[in-house]
């Protein structure tokens, strides 16, 4: 079964303080994702990959196609639907996490993860133990739990909004590059937490820019190249045409 499917997408931006000049973001873009699966999109800085996600979530609104998302109560565009359809989508089944944490002032880390367990009913408790798990699992410091974290470095920031976005476990889950700031260390954690704690009933679109990554948690991958889609291969495929670029760029240099 699909549940996402994107179709012709387009993003143009238009650069005021260099005359009205218009750059595209994406061109055309055209791919399915199937249900369950864990679908990958890389390709070179500037090539659409976060313009992309921020499309499907609609942070930026798509110039042009169709992104249609297959809800719990029927087939929506996300490209088009009200600004009202698109929160309560965001609020039952879409979940986002960024590269950057956009916290709330004065709230502590654990009840950063715990609100959008509370917000569908869970009880505060229950809520927070589920948060302070996932914040264990992913390398926070104890006493950083009840800390604010407008006080925490890059990395520690990102593990709050990687745990905030898979604490319910939506159907559908979008990645902007949920690792970057992790050390080695914390980001095998990260890739094994996604691992153990989503199920099969989440839908995972995620941008990375690190192939071993790729190669550990998806089932496809799409390769986006100059703001077109260069082709969709299954992970296995890309994790040999990535060796062999790796292994061609070695000889070339003599290594």
Known sequence: MTILEIDQLRKEFQMHVVGGKRVVGLDGVSFDVADGEFLAIVGESGSGKSSLLKCLYRTYLPSGGAI????????????????RRLLELRDDEIGYASQFLDEIPRVPALDVVARPLVEEGVERPAARDVARDLLTALNLPEELHDAYPA?????????????????????????????SALDPETKAAAIDLLDRYLTEETTVVGVFHNRDVVAQVADRVVVLDDAALQRVVDVETYAEETSSEIDLAESEVGV
Do not use: H
Request: proline share 7%; charged share 30%; aromatic share 4%.
């Open 68 to 83: 249609r998302f297959e809800s719990t109560d029927g087939s929506v565009d996300l490209a088009s639907c009200s600004e």
């Open 151 to 179: 006080t925490f470095s890059g990395g520690e920031r990102q593990r709050v909004n990687l745990a905030r976005a898979i604490a319910p476990r939506p159907r559908l889950l979008l990645l902007d590059e949920p690792t």
